[in-house]
């Protein structure tokens, strides 16, 4: 039972990223591959500050949940100004930097060890209903993030947004600054993504480096991509399948290196099949891609 | 002298993984993340062909790129062509790339194992330069990128079939209805450009231990290396491959071994900071 709650707390908080994200990829047709770096600013932020003499989880959550959004600010400035592979290969170059940096900076981040989150901070107890209440926050933060996400894609910003996408320099010569709209779009993703990481250091208890990788990064997209952008239902399902799929290898039997390679080789099919065949997703409104080659 | 030295060697394998890198790019213009299991696929192939058959090391490199070039080419013709043909972007071949990416690499580390693996028996021979010192190797490193590289400027500047690649390179439709067979010179170029990848990973596999997951780390300092030159000019690639050599010596030798990645991924970032310009959209020539 401990285990579904954790495999189904893990869902949501992918879920919760992966429909914030879908402003940027699916909406907007920006490639983000960096929401990597802001779940693992929230998750590191947490554990860091947490661990300072006095320290309580509002102030360490709030502390992971600022420092997501102002480096989101901070690089979301330069990103802003590109698109097409630009970004998506800038973005890829952001996650290289923040993996190697967290991997590398032993006397803050633990080096490839990783941190546990203080007892100060989160005193998980031994009970089943410490894991239900974390799963229950997380079940409202998805809640939320549906909400968020169908409500503005009716209003006249979402409108505005996918005209960005569809047309940049229509949209530019109406007097709308598309700069400002990315940058801000990035910065609600990045709030999704340091949300996602102090809840992730509640539920894991443990950061490390592996799990903010630059894979980490991708596999959020590829939630995108198979679930399918543009509604609230896609990303959830892309989140759950990409999280389940793992899980029934787990229990096939094969030996561990095995499996984790299996795993990523199902995952690499499953994304080329849908990339190939199905470029709306499973549920998507949104092909993925939108420029057409010069 | 000897960090003079390591740095020639490092910037001849960046160069030979920008070449590569390079001619798939202007071909197909997108980023053909895929292309990185080029690199260990060449070391695995060079491996196998020598302790399984006992080919003396040129032969089994020479065909470790031969094989190499054609799954390249193979892959590109199977997986990726068909969506260029649906008119897919940029963003949607990217993908499928690192979907493509994800199952090469997944697939050899089922095939090999995650554990190095080492080649034996390639000459042990140091030679001296001015104090510093190189293996026969890494001297062939360097010889075979400089090889390489005056070959791909020579056949751009001087031959029809560089002439056409830039003329697919430059703009695909208009080259279509001029007669050129797009679709096979970018099977060439895909294949040549794996078969560099594929040259490139021997070469590392007669220096050092290498594993399934070394692609990326030989592929990303060469996409720096032809963001920096400007893409289309050889010799700035050249130059390019030079200087992240450089850089990388200089973040070993003043922040230390583990940082040497970092500033390299960091001048990716600084790269498009500086010049936020759609490189897909520019005039390749202009």
Same mark, same amino acid.
């Given at each position: 039972m401990e285990y579904l709650v954790f495999v189904l707390s893990l869902w949501g908080i992918y879920a919760m990223q992966a429909l914030l994200l879908d402003v940027l990829v699916g909406e907007m047709g920006l490639l983000a591959l960096c929401q990597g770096?802001?779940?693992?600013?929230?998750?590191?932020?947490?554990?860091?500050?947490g661990s300072y003499p006095g320290s309580s989880l509002p102030l360490a959550a709030m502390a992971g949940i600022v420092i997501s959004g102002l480096l989101a600010v901070t690089v979301g400035a330069v990103l802003s100004r590109l698109g097409g592979d630009d970004f998506a290969l800038a973005t890829y170059a952001l996650?290289?930097?923040?993996?190697? =940096?967290?991997?590398?900076?032993?006397?803050?981040?633990? *080096?490839?060890?990783?941190?546990? /989150?203080?007892? +100060?901070?989160?005193?998980?107890? #031994?009970?089943?209903?410490?894991?239900?209440?974390? /799963?229950?926050?997380?079940?409202?933060?998805?809640?939320?993030a549906v909400?968020?996400?169908?409500?503005?894609?009716?209003?006249? /910003?979402?409108?505005?947004?996918?005209?960005?996408?569809?047309?940049?320099?229509?949209?530019?010569?109406?007097g709308r600054p598309v700069e400002r709209h990315r940058l801000a779009a990035m910065l609600a993703t990045a709030i999704g993504g340091g949300v996602g990481g102090v809840c992730y250091a509640l539920v894991v208890g443990v950061v490390d480096p592996g799990g903010f990788d630059p894979m980490a990064s991708i596999l959020l997209v590829a939630m995108i991509v198979i679930g399918g952008a543009g509604t609230a239902l896609g990303p959830v399902v892309g989140a759950g399948l990409v999280i389940v799929i793992p899980e029934v290898l787990r229990l096939s039997g094969l030996s561990g290196s095995t499996a984790a390679h299996l795993k990523q080789m199902a995952f690499g099919v499953l994304l080329y099949l849908i990339v190939a065949f199905?470029?709306?997703?499973?549920?998507?409104?949104?092909?993925i891609g939108v420029e057409r080659r010069s | 002298m000897q960090l003079v030295v390591n740095t020639a060697i490092y910037a001849a394998a960046v160069l030979l993984s920008a070449l590569g890198f390079r001619l798939v790019y202007v071909t197909g213009r997108f980023f053909h993340f895929a292309h990185a299991i080029t690199i260990p696929l060449g070391a695995y192939t060079t491996w196998l062909l020598m302790t399984s058959f006992g080919m003396p090391f040129v032969l089994a490199a020479g065909l470790a790129a031969l094989v190499t070039g054609l799954l390249g080419s193979g892959l590109f013709l199977g997986t990726l062509a068909p969506l260029l043909d649906k008119g897919a972007g940029p963003q949607v071949l990217l993908l499928a790339s690192l979907a493509i990416f994800f199952v090469a690499q997944h697939?050899?580390?089922?095939?090999? *194992? #995650? #554990? =190095?693996?080492?080649?034996?028996?390639?000459?042990? +021979? =140091?030679?001296?330069?001015f104090g510093g010192r190189a293996t026969g190797t890494q001297v062939a490193t360097v010889a075979v990128a400089v090889a390489c590289a005056a070959a791909v400027w020579a056949t751009e500047a001087y031959t029809r079939a560089g002439a056409q690649l830039l003329?697919?390179?430059?703009?695909a439709e208009l080259s279509r209805v001029f007669g050129i067979d797009v679709r096979r010179v970018q099977?060439?170029?895909?294949?040549?450009?794996?078969?560099?990848?594929?040259?490139l990973g021997a070469l590392i596999a007669a220096d050092q231990s290498f594993a399934p997951d070394m692609g990326f780390q030989w592929l990303l300092p060469g996409v720096v290396a032809v963001l920096l *030159?400007?893409?289309?000019?050889? *010799?700035?690639?050249?130059?390019?491959?030079?200087?992240?050599?450089? /850089?990388?010596?200089?973040?070993?030798?003043?922040?230390?071994?583990?940082? +040497?990645?970092?500033?390299?991924?960091?001048?990716?970032?600084?790269y498009f900071a500086a010049k936020p310009t759609r490189l897909a959209a520019a005039n390749p020539l202009g």
């Open positions: 770096v802001f779940f693992g600013c929230g998750a590191y932020g947490v554990v860091i500050v996650a290289l930097v923040f993996h190697d =940096a967290v991997l590398h900076w032993t006397r803050a981040t633990g *080096g490839a060890l990783g941190l546990v /989150l203080p007892e +100060q901070v989160w005193h998980r107890g #031994d009970g089943l209903w410490a894991n239900f209440a974390i /799963l229950a926050v997380i079940a409202s933060l998805v809640g939320c909400w968020l996400s169908t409500r503005w894609r009716a209003a006249p /910003l979402g409108r505005l947004v996918n005209a960005i996408r569809e047309d940049e320099t229509l949209t530019r010569s109406l199905r470029p709306n997703g499973l549920f998507g409104r949104l092909a | 697939g050899l580390a089922v095939a090999f *194992g #995650d #554990d =190095a693996h080492a080649v034996t028996g390639t000459t042990a +021979q =140091a030679f001296e330069f003329a697919v390179a430059e703009h099977a060439i170029a895909f294949a040549a450009g794996s078969g560099l990848g594929g040259v *030159g400007r893409v289309w000019h050889v *010799g700035y690639v050249v130059l390019a491959a030079c200087l992240v050599a450089a /850089l990388r010596t200089s973040a070993i030798w003043f922040l230390g071994g583990a940082w +040497q990645n970092v500033l390299i991924y960091a001048l990716l970032f600084a």
